[in-house]
């Protein structure tokens, strides 16, 4: 097929998809699910289109999933208008936490003795396929800003954050590879101090500085000069500044993205303190900016304010971010149906099993014990821990530094066959069990 036709093809790919969106969203396949299909009939197994091996192709990969993830975490950071000292953050700091290590541990252990692989490579093992994906978490994760269901909050939060937590276990895990003769001291005191420590708070502290400044000052730009017209800019820009600065100085850029997102948001809240005659409420709560204002109408307004203002620079954020973070998802989602016939492994079946069913439940159940949250609800936080474009992302990260041989390459095509696992089981079961907590609720 040339690349006319292939352009043909994605276009009624497109078309299709938006126009049954509707009978999709009711339907018992996911959305995902069905770019998952569409990649496996395009691929080696069906029609043999197409044949991506995103191990081959991991530089690639890596950027794309990376863009994806930074594009997710940050709207995923604007979305979430409730105070720090909240539940839902507690919940999140829990689960993408002392959660995230107990699974990655029991993961860890797990693939050493039923599947054999050496400690470096189910630790690695463990890392890629622990963390929940923010991207595909937008199956159950807070609509928008006026989104304060516990659930859905305590999935984003943890869907932000846990990328702090997996990622640097995978460095660790590559060190302990790369190095023969065992890890020394130093390196793992550098390795603590930098990887961990240094990357985690200076990715927030960038990321929220930057979100928080950025949308202060767009604006007041906005403001002054009386400026509606659309910019996707302001998105974009934080986006890339965030995650890169992040990188260059060796902090997290994933969590410097989420954190940007967060900052971005907390602008908008000061707005409003500072200007409450502009805001409007609703039920007794003030109303998020982007709310307030209509993107449509925008060349209509007679007076800006600043709350206004700022509504638009988080409704044209918004607008972009989720146009981005759909493309990069099917995409990235056909590409595994695509390379799975190249990585299938039932062996990731079996730890898909023990993940979803035994060590995530006991992991969030061990850990949230002692916190006053109903047991239904932490039922469904222990299964909706679905796994995907970070999975991707880190299995690139992992060829891409080193970690290459047979052993290697089973690890990657069990952690593929597990991701494939949880697009389908997680996304068919979604629905089900929201329509169950919320006859719970009633």
Not at 69 to 75: E, G, Q, R, T, V
Not at 159 to 178: K, Q, R, Y
Not at 238 to 252: C, E, Q
Not at 401 to 408: K, S, T, V
Request: glycine fraction near 8%; hydrophobic fraction near 55%; aromatic fraction near 10%.
């Amino acid at each position: 097929m040339n690349f006319i036709t292939w352009t043909a093809a994605s276009g009624a790919l497109l078309l299709v998809m938006s126009l049954s969106y509707g009978w999709i969203s009711r339907s018992v396949v996911p959305l995902f699910g069905l770019y998952l299909l569409v990649g496996i009939v395009c691929g080696p197994w069906v029609l043999n289109l197409l044949n991506i091996d995103i191990v081959k192709y991991s530089t690639i990969i890596a950027h794309v999933s990376e863009v994806a993830m930074a594009a997710s975490l940050f709207m995923t950071g604007l979305k979430i208008r409730i105070p720090f000292r909240s539940a839902g953050w507690k919940m999140g700091v829990l689960l993408a936490g002392p959660t995230m290590l107990l699974t990655v541990g029991s993961i860890m252990i797990a693939a050493h003795y039923l599947l054999g692989m050496s400690w470096p490579v189910s630790l690695a093992f463990a890392a890629i396929i622990a963390p929940t994906d923010p991207v595909l978490a937008s199956l159950i994760a807070i609509n928008d800003a006026r989104d304060d269901d516990s659930l859905r909050l305590s999935l984003s939060t943890e869907a932000g954050l846990n990328d702090g937590t997996a990622l640097p276990l995978l460095v660790l895990a590559l060190m302990f590879f790369e190095s023969g003769d065992g890890v020394t001291t130093s390196a793992l005191t550098h390795w603590f101090t930098i990887e961990v420590i240094w990357a985690l708070v200076a990715g927030v502290f960038i990321g929220y500085l930057l979100g928080y400044a950025i949308g202060l000052l767009a604006t007041h730009f906005r403001y002054t000069q009386r400026e509606f017209a659309p910019s996707d800019f302001i998105a974009l820009s934080l986006i890339a500044l965030s995650y890169a600065i992040a990188l260059s100085l060796g902090a997290s850029g994933f969590l410097a993205a989420f954190a940007a997102g967060v900052g971005l948001r907390s602008a908008e809240i000061r707005v409003q303190r500072y200007f409450p005659e502009e805001s409007e409420e609703e039920d007794g709560d003030v109303l998020p900016a982007e709310i307030i204002v209509n993107p449509h109408q925008r060349h209509e307004f007679a007076e800006t304010t600043r709350v206004k203002a700022m509504g638009l620079v988080i409704g044209d954020a918004l607008s972009f971010g989720d146009t981005v973070e759909r493309l990069f998802a099917a995409v990235l989602i056909i590409i595994l149906g695509i390379t799975l016939a190249q990585h299938w492994q039932p062996d990731g079946l079996i730890m898909a099993a023990l993940l979803f069913v035994i060590i995530r439940p006991l992991a969030v159940y061990a850990v949230t014990w002692g916190v006053s949250t109903p047991g239904y609800q932490r039922m469904a936080i222990s299964w909706l821990g679905i796994r995907g474009i970070g999975s991707l992302n880190y299995i690139a990260y992992a060829w891409t530094h080193g970690m290459r041989g047979d052993e290697a390459n089973y690890m990657m095509d069990c952690a593929l066959t597990l991701v494939v696992a949880s697009v389908i089981v997680h996304g068919i079961t979604v629905n089900p069990l929201l329509a169950l907590r919320r006859e719970r609720k009633q």
